[in-house]
């Protein structure tokens, strides 16, 4: 939980989560901007929310796409305090599972835009372990109420689990930046249609001419 914070009994999980917003560091309450119950976190300049439905990796994946984003790719710890407030706000037992996945291939962790990972972890006590064999590929976030509270694990991709996004507000890139404003395509200017010049009318010259035959044919011959 975020320090300071408590929920009783009858307190609403929105209710819940909005104070949890405006009490972690770059939170903001308001979703302008951002899609339907995403919240805004200015440090990233990117909207995230966690989710209460469980499912694959691969299921996550396509939910977040169909919002126009990613899986949540905590690559600070701002932002990684502040989705620990987001999921905890949702389910403190629930494991949610970000953007983060290991490549047998290349023997590395990356991000799901496929950024390695940096330096920045926060792997839980013995973390990554992979405790299920091959199979734990996929970074997820432990329970609060959980001996390695909040901190991430590997786990199983296949596994059904809870998740988080992450969606650019309008006028940005996936990874927060700016965009310059798109211009609309201009048409080049088309110059004036010209006329050939009017030549004055002519008159062609008349000539006096006489006509005589000799031997039969006709000739012209000019005066």
Not at 55 to 76: E, F, K
Request: proline letters at 11%; charged letters at 20%.
């Amino acid at each position: 939980m975020v320090p300071g914070i408590t929920c009783h009994v009858h307190c609403t999980k929105a209710a819940f989560l909005l104070k949890v917003l405006v009490s972690s560091p770059g939170g903001q309450a308001q979703t302008t901007g951002c899609p339907d119950r995403y919240v805004y976190h200015q440090p990233s300049r990117l909207c995230y929310k966690a989710f209460d439905d469980r499912t694959t990796y691969i299921g996550a994946v396509s939910r977040c796409s169909s919002d126009g984003g990613t899986l949540a790719m905590p690559r600070d710890n701002p932002t990684n305090d502040f989705l620990i407030g987001l999921k905890n706000a949702v389910d403190v037992n629930g494991w949610f599972r970000f953007g983060l996945t290991y490549h047998e291939q290349e023997g590395v962790w990356m991000w799901d835009d496929n950024v390695p990972l940096g330096d920045f972890t926060a792997w839980g006590p013995g973390e990554p372990n992979d405790d299920g064999g091959d199979s734990e590929d996929c970074a997820e976030y432990f329970p609060e109420f959980w001996f390695k509270k909040n901190t991430w694990n590997d786990g199983s991709c296949t596994e059904a689990g809870k998740f988080i996004c992450q969606v650019s507000p309008p006028g940005r890139s996936p990874d927060g930046s700016s965009q310059p404003p798109t211009e609309p395509p201009t048409q080049p200017a088309t110059p004036p249609a010209t006329q050939p010049p009017t030549e004055p009318a002519t008159q062609p010259t008349t000539t006096a001419t006489q006509s005589y035959t000799t031997e039969g044919k006709s000739d012209m011959t000019q005066i």
